[in-house]
Each structure stands twice: as C-alpha cells, then as structure tokens.
C-alpha cells in the first residue's frame, strides 16, 4: 500500500476507483480531506460508454492500465460515494457496501446509525456506562483512523465534542461522531465490546480490511 500521510489520507499513492454517480473514475489517489477526492494521471468513464458497463470497464482497467485524461483531478468529496483500491474493487466484482465511502454529508448531519457504522448491544452499553461513570454527558463517541500499527491504519475510539464537518449518528442515548475521511474506511464496521478475563475490550469488524493484525487494532485496505 501507499504510505500514509496525515495530511493526504491512507489511499496516498494507491491507485483507486472513486465513484460519483454513474460514472466511476480511476488514477492514483493524492488527497483526501474534507473538500475533495485528488487523484493523478486519472480516466474515467460512465456507465453504459462504448457498450461497456462501469464493472466491465474496471476489469480491463485492472488489467492493461487506463489512459492518463487528466493529470490531476479533483471531486468535490460531496459527490463522491466511493473510493477504493482498484485492485480490491475488481476482486469483489461490483460496487458493494463494503466499499462504500459516505454519502454526501453536511456538517452536524445525523443519521442512523446503521446507516454508515453499527454497534452492537454489548458496544452500547459500554459505552453508556463509561459515558455515566466519567460523566461524559456533553461528548460523542468518536470512532476514526489514523496512519500506523504493523497494517498501516489504526482504530480511534474516544470521547470528544463535536466538531464542524463532523457526520453525527444517533444511537440509543449517545452520538457516534465521525471526521468524512475516517467515514471512508469504517462503513459498513461494526464496533463490539468484548469483556471478561479474555476480552479485548472495543474490537472492529471491519470488512473493508484486506489485512488485520492479530491485535486487532491496525488494518490495511
């Protein structure tokens, strides 16, 4: 994978399918940040051109390269509905949740929670107890990822305020708040709560995850 960069996002370097309606473009992915998906030495193509569906279209993509249409790129992030590895997009053949980036979000949006994370029962009342027992009231449950650990990625899970930008989930008694780039890689996960003598404590189903460490705290896509 791409080396991380805090300021680019975990796709830097790799090259990715970022998908924005009917039309799904591929290059080397530069930036991801609040306002924008940047991707070099790009092509595109939308659905149904020259006979080909967007899924047929990859798959030749994946195996002789595309042609350079543009040399930098930039998708409102808004727009964007995906963005992934091309070459873990063409192993699962079609678009499916697991690849799915955030639906287009406006700052303090909530929606379900099941609609971009889930947690289950265990995870939720862990995190009610903790919310009661530190007196947490006014924070949100804040799950992101950073660049790190043996994999590459790293889980975020802490308590914290609102912030502006932030995609807010209401769920049972509490906010699951999240920044758009971490929304990226974490939809479709599942938080759970593993307690007991051989408990982990919080641990990700991540589907999204071509690769994770046997600590379960670091991924790769």
Known sequence: ?????????????????AEAGDTVYVGRCDTID???VI???????????????????LQRAARFGVWKKHERLALPLTDVSTVTPLGDFVRRGT????ATAPAPVESQQTTPADAVVG?????KSEVRRLIEAENRTDQGLRLGVSGGGCSGLVYKVEFDKRQEG????????FDVLLDRKS???????????????????FVFNNPNASNT????ESFAV
């Open 39 to 57: 991707l070099l030495d790009c092509d595109l193509h939308a659905e149904g051109d020259d006979g080909k569906t967007n899924a047929e279209w």
């Open 183 to 201: 929304t990226i890689y974490l939809r479709g996960v599942t938080l759970d709560h593993q307690s007991g003598l051989g408990g982990r404590g």
């Open 166 to 173: 932030d995609l807010v989930i209401a769920c049972e008694g």
């Open 34 to 36: 609040a306002e924008s």
């Open 95 to 98: 678009t499916t949740a697991a």
């Open 213 to 216: 460490c046997g600590c379960g």
């Open 119 to 123: 947690l289950t029962d265990s995870a």
């Open 1 to 17: 994978m791409g080396t991380f960069h805090d300021d680019k996002g975990a796709l830097h370097g790799i090259t990715v399918v």
